[in-house]
Structure formats: C-alpha cells, structure tokens
C-alpha cells in the first residue's frame, strides 16, 4: 500500500473533522484506485502482460508459418512442355495442392535440385515409354500426382490415337449438409484459445487478490482501513480495481488477437471471430466476479503467505476442472458432459462460449446459464463476505469458517 493512499484513507477518519467524509461509493473507488496504482507498477505483472501479448503474437506467426507454402508443391520436369505442365497442375487441383512446375535442362541438374530441396521430385521423359520419378526418399503425394498425370497424359495420347473425340464430362455439383461447418470450426478453435485466456487470468487475478489480502492482513494494514470504511467497501473496491486490469488485459489480447487474424487473413468470417471474442470477454467479466470473492474470503481465513496455497487449492481446483471439460466440449460441443457443465456456475464460464461457438446453445440456455452464475455470484460474494468481515481482523494463525462466520454475525 502506497503512502499517498494511506494518507487518502486516513484522511477519512473521525480524527480529521474537518474533512468531509467520503460516501461508501467514494471508499470503494479509493480502494480500486489503489489496486490499479499498486499492481500496475508491480513488474510481475508488467512482466506477465508481456508475455501474454508475445505469446498471442507468437501463435499468429507460427500459424502464418504454418500455413504458408504447405498446399504448393514445387515439381521439376525434364523433356516436357505445356500439356505435361497443365496435366500436373490439374492433378495437383483434384489433390488439393497448387502445382508449381520447374524445367530443368538435364537430370543431372534435377537430381541435385531434388537433393537440395528445392523441388520435392522431378519427372523424367513424362511422355515417353517409361517415365522416371526422382525423389529424395518416398514419393509420397508427389508419386500419387505424378502417376495420375501421367495416366491422363497417356490416356488422352491413346485416344488421339485413335482418332476418339470425347466430350466434356459433366461437372459435379457439390451439395454440402452442414455449409457452415467450416466457420463453426473456427469460431470452435477462437473460442478455446479465448477459453485458455480467460482460465488463466482468471487464476492470476484471483490469486492477486488473495496475495493481497494476506498482505494487508499480516502488516496489519487492514485495521486501518477498517477503521474508516466497512469490510464490503474494501472487498468490493479490492475485486474491482483488479477487475479492470483484468479485463483490460483481456481486451489488449483481445485486439491483438482480432487484429492479428484479419490482417494475416486466418479466418474467413470476421464477424463471427469478434462475436465469439465478444462472448469470451462477458464470460470472463462474469467468472471473475465469481472467482475474485471466492479468493479473498479463502484468503481472509489465513495472514502468511506460506499458508495461502492451503486455503485457496480448493477454489483453484474448479476451473482447473473447467478447462478440461471445455478442452473435451471442443470436442463434441453437444455432448451431455458438455451440455450439463455448461450450466454449472464457476465451470459455465469456460464451457459456454465453446458451445455458443460451434451453434450447439440456444438462446434460452445460454440465458439460463447466465441467470445461474449471476445467482451463485450473488450467493458467493454474500457468504464470502460474511467470511471476510469474520476473519479480516483475526491474526495469528488459520482461522476455521464456522468462527469467521460467528464472529461476523457477533
């Protein structure tokens, strides 16, 4: 706690009559102040912001990387002309692959062009009696769309040949059942990367907000505070001030992450990327509440910080729970484990906006969802404050939740 902040808080006090006392709003948005003031100078979490924008970029290339080249295949042909060229172009469409074709003058220059990588075969009298394929070690693709060019160069010989002219076969209409497959894959694959985001920053701030408890509690900071202001306004301001860090840091990622996709084209439908960022981003503000007040009554309960990670393990184990299950509705977003978890407040969070993003929820059970994880945050920031204002002024050693909760209502 700064000094400057120190000073806005006693100066709250029934010691300074002079001075007008702050409103419980005022209180509350001193105490967020002094979060956002303190954590943002922190390097830890200067240092962790970094990382996360590197880690975000880093995925944008490495996918830039990946899909760079991978559908081009570099052939080198020897003694060929246009109609071999097209005939591999066109075997290389019906693969799936873009064909590029290099002449060589001689196999002596193929082979070494092969041997150095810089065509993955080359093709040897193409139109001859016994065509020759040189590769480095298998064949692979490349064998596979040089025999099918091959037998179409053949076929198209022999039946000049004979003097056949044959008509153009028909075109096939391509009839797709699910047309929209392909974006839900990618919202599917948006929403998780958001999904493990939001899981880990829901676990930093969480234990931000516990440290910070412990803290206050074990240099006995928090009597002073208690003096000039209620345990809810200090609990409240505390959840907020590192709730606009959090969601700030989760919009940077965000608009990065957005930014990054449309400007290396890694997706084809951007409405429905900033929709399912969107979404993320209201599941994440949701768990946070509900995760924030779960940490700091947990942590109020304990004043050393060797003794934080036994009261917190059982609050880090649920949405340790909830990114597995969300990994799983990846998966099969319709699948009863993911549709009933997908209700269960703490776990909702991380399961939700998978489902939202393959189609798989309806209106009305996204909104129950919600309505579910408003009614446990309310509950959890209830009881939990009745465990903080219990344990807050009780130092020393562990204190048990059936005394945190007597004493708060003593």
Do not use: C
């Amino acid at each position: 706690m700064t000094a400057t902040a120190d000073r806005d808080v006693r100066s709250t006090g029934p010691a300074h009559s002079d001075v007008t006392p702050h409103s419980p709003g005022q209180l509350v948005r001193l105490v967020a102040g002094r979060e956002v003031n303190t954590r943002i100078r922190d390097k830890g979490f200067l240092a962790g912001s970094a990382f996360l924008i590197l880690l975000i970029v880093g995925m944008l290339v490495f996918q830039v990387l990946i899909n760079s080249g991978e559908d081009t295949t570099r052939l080198g042909v020897i003694g060929g002309d246009a109609t071999v060229s097209d005939a591999l172009r066109s075997q290389g469409e019906a693969l799936g692959t873009e064909v590029e074709v290099v002449e060589f003058d001689d196999e002596a220059a193929a082979s070494t062009a092969v041997e150095d990588g810089d065509v993955e075969g080359a093709l040897l009298s193409p139109s001859g009696a016994q065509p020759e394929l040189l590769v480095e070690s298998d064949g692979g693709q490349v064998e596979t769309l040089v025999q099918g060019a091959v037998q179409e160069l053949s076929l198209t010989q022999q039946l000049a040949d004979a003097d056949v002219t044959l008509q153009a076969p028909p075109e096939v209409e391509v009839v797709a059942l699910d047309p929209d497959a392909e974006a839900d894959f990618e919202a599917i694959i948006v929403a998780l990367m958001g999904v493990a985001v939001l899981y880990g920053l829901l676990l930093l701030f969480g234990q931000f907000v516990a440290q910070g408890v412990v803290e206050e509690k074990s240099s006995r900071v928090v009597e002073l505070l208690l003096a000039t202001m209620r345990p809810w306004q200090l609990l409240a301001g505390k959840i907020i001030g590192l709730g606009v860090l959090a969601l700030g840091q989760m919009l940077v990622i965000a608009v990065i992450g957005v930014a990054g996709a449309l400007a290396f084209d890694l997706v084809t439908l951007p409405g429905d990327l900033i929709g399912t960022v969107l979404t993320v981003l209201a599941w994440f503000v949701l768990g946070y509440a509900f995760y924030a007040a779960l940490f700091a009554a947990a942590a109020s309960l304990v004043s050393r910080q060797e003794d934080l990670g036994s009261v917190i393990t059982p609050a880090t184990l649920l949405p340790v729970i909830g990114i597995v299950i969300a990994i799983q509705a990846a998966q099969d977003p319709t699948g009863t484990l993911a549709v009933v978890t997908s209700y269960v407040p703490g776990i909702s969070p991380m399961v939700m906006p998978l489902r939202q993003a393959a189609g798989a929820a309806e209106w009305w059970e996204v909104a129950l969802a919600v309505v579910l994880m408003l009614v446990a945050i309310a509950a959890i920031v209830r009881i939990g404050g009745r465990v903080y204002a219990g344990a807050l002024l009780r130092t020393g050693g562990r204190v048990k939740l059936r005394e945190a909760l007597a004493s708060e209502k003593a």
